[in-house]
């Protein structure tokens, strides 16, 4: 594969600038998601987007712009596409002879071959993306490489991926190939200079002279320069001696040396202190690393700006051309000093020193480092010794692991003290409940505890209001804070359990999330089940949207409302539904990039498109293929809210809102792959699971001595209701209590109309209804040999003794403390590993396929079917 890439000029720089900008967007669907390369390009190339992590710079007049990272890139990570319009050769030539001659557009096209055939992308007039500004690594070996990656059932696309580990600030470049008619740059000699000398100037595409003056202020020079940290080499190239060092270029990675010798005009030097004179603005554009302070101190002293670089004993390497004079370049290379000690390397102001500068001796120097000023940047202190300045840096390092006490907010009087009860004691003396505690010194700490918890509360009530809430909890802890629900004190997640026992609360009991909880209080109005809802949303920020939003709030409120039943489902579907709200809302002020704009304009028509970003962000799986159940729920809960909000904006007055109408125009593509899945792959015979591990459950099940009786009995239920979405698992005591309310046995004999085997199932059978989803009721048919353990798992005694919660009344309760009923599946697959059944594909769902399947294979009369698919709980449309 070799690249063309012809060279182009430098005019559409403004244009360029104001490309970089938009794309140095930090949107979230320009997050690689993605671990596997080849699937990460995929996904990219799919989108159509640059991911985040680049900029567009200008490097110089020479070389034009380049892609540089903005983190750091591991090696084999996919970086960018190529992207452009895909046309042939005769074309590109065409092309590039027009771009060549109206000479207005830079020409980026690129030449590869596949499949024995020259193909071509031209990225001319790709808008906002970056990938055609990436350079030819020469002289340098690349850091990246471009790649022709073919995917499913599309043309080949050029990818362009990391070659190695990649740091950050680094420019991107990759081989151009060893075409080299067109790589007329890599014909020029002397790179290390940075181009200032060209040999053979008619191929200047640019037309630059010898004596060329680059525009220090160029985003690249200072860009790079605050992007950088690292002090990772100065060279020190001897160029005309006429004495000692006098003259003296130091060019270093970060800044380019053509920039540098254009701008630091003298650079001084006889012995160890090199004395250079900066430019003002110069100075400013220093690396962190250096003492800049000192510089401007200096210039606002109205001194010179001649400054010295000495550096102390780290930097020996600079001794070694005090003494001798060079026969050629000296590279001076500071690169194998820790980061720490290349701080010392200091920037002195002082117009003396420099003045002496062109002649001082060893012991000037020796003495100038002595009299060295080491400077901390981060507290602004000063040291005079270079030890006591390394412990200070050390302590710095040492400063975030070091519990700082916080400020306490008093109650009374609403500002916060480091020294709270000192505070109290000394300025609320004569409160009600200060009183006791200044009288019974005894009592003074566990009082002032209660004071301190309840300040803390008031805290983080406040901080729940805040867009990144910070809490506070009684003791120092990084995160990860809980809520006691009984005495509302804010601990440590990791040590709530020590609390649990000091609060004699439950030995299950449950911290409460740290923001809803504390909203849920503020809200009276709100019955105790809905604020159990709220608690149970998670913290995140989707959940605080969940919280905050005015329309979800509304949302929630109406769909939780309107449900009769108040069960564990109901409560999980609200929840789910307003997180799925939540995050479309998250990600449709991310597209809109308007992080005020309310959940509510969503759904407003003018703004489809967003939406439509947002629900393709959500429903994308990592191979490009969609959640089409998911999407589906989607469609209805947007079709529900957008009802709710309708008639809420009709009962307030407000005349009808512009709320959109969901047709299939958004999901047409979920809808297709459900009725796909249920029409074609659910039925397909591999799906379907196989009659031997079947009949092995069953027999395992019955024969087993329901030692697990809870998963056996589950699975049990599960393959004889042949029922979709366990719902045997959901069953509650009451069910089974009651079941006899539905059929009287006693009368079934009597019931002339009944065929034998409907009366044998009436009689053996106990049949019992739950609700299943939505409002439906379902049947569920309990056979003879599971009546026993129907009773044994029912019974309180022994549901007591199985530590299992007195409010849980689900039949087949799950064990971990929770209210809430077990899974079917996880029943069966248990069931399965003891039965010694490998990668079981037997669940209800698959399970219901499989008789229902069998069952129409059958020459049944329509009422029989009828009756089947009514009792067995199979649905007909
Ligand atoms: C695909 S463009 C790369 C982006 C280009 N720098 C710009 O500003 O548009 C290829 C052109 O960049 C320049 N270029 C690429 N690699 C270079 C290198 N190693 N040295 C100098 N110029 C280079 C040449 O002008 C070449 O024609």
Redesign the pocket.
Known sequence: MAAM????K?M?RAS?KKQQEENNDCSPEKRSKHKDPGKDAEWWCHVGLDKDGFSLK??SD?????VFTDEVWKKGDFLLEYFGERINIQEAEERERKYDKDGTK???I?VYRFNGKQECID?TCTQGRLC????????EPPNCVMKLKKFKNQKPRLCLFAHRDINKGEEL?YD?GDDTR?????K?KN?GNE?LTFIDSDDD?FDLDKTYIPDVSSDYVSDSITSSNRLTCIDILSTDCLDMYDELSISSHWIPKSEIISDIANIHTRNKPVAITLPCDFTSTLPENMDITASLDTKQAGMSDTFTISATKEVDPLCDISDTKPSGPTHITTSALPCEEATILKVIANKAASADTASATQSDISNMTSKADFHCVQCERRFKTKGGFSNHVKSHNKVSTVYCKPKRLCKFCGQVYSKLKRHIIQVHKDCKEVKPIIENPGQQSAAMSTIRKESIFEQNKLQCTKENPSFQSQKYCEGNIACCPNCNGFYAKKFFFRHRDKCHLDKCAFSKPIPLALLATEDDTVDASFKDLLNSLRTDEVGSVCQRDCTIKLIRARLWGEKNEKTMEVRKSVCSDIRTLGRLHVEFKSFEKNECIESVQMFNREKFSSLKIAIYKITDKEDSSIKYGFKENIYYLLMTSAEILKGEALQSKQGEVKAMEFDYLLFGDARYMITQSRQERLRLPNRLPEDEPVEKLRKYTLEHEFVELRNAVSSRLTLFNARRGGEPSRLKIDHWCKRNQWIAKSQVKNLDFLSPVERKVFCDIEVTFQQGKGTRLVSCLIPADCKKAMDILCDRNIRMDASIQSTNDFIFPNMESSPNHVIGWDCIDYMCKKAGIENSNINATNNRARLSTMYAALDVQPEDRTFFTSTWGIQRK
């Open positions: 890439l012809t060279h182009g430098r559409l360029l200008y490097i020479y070389k034009g712009y380049g830079m020409c980026y690129f990225a055609q500004y990436a350079n030819d690594a020469y002289p470049v151009y067109n790589l007329w740059w890599r020029k790179r181009m595409p």
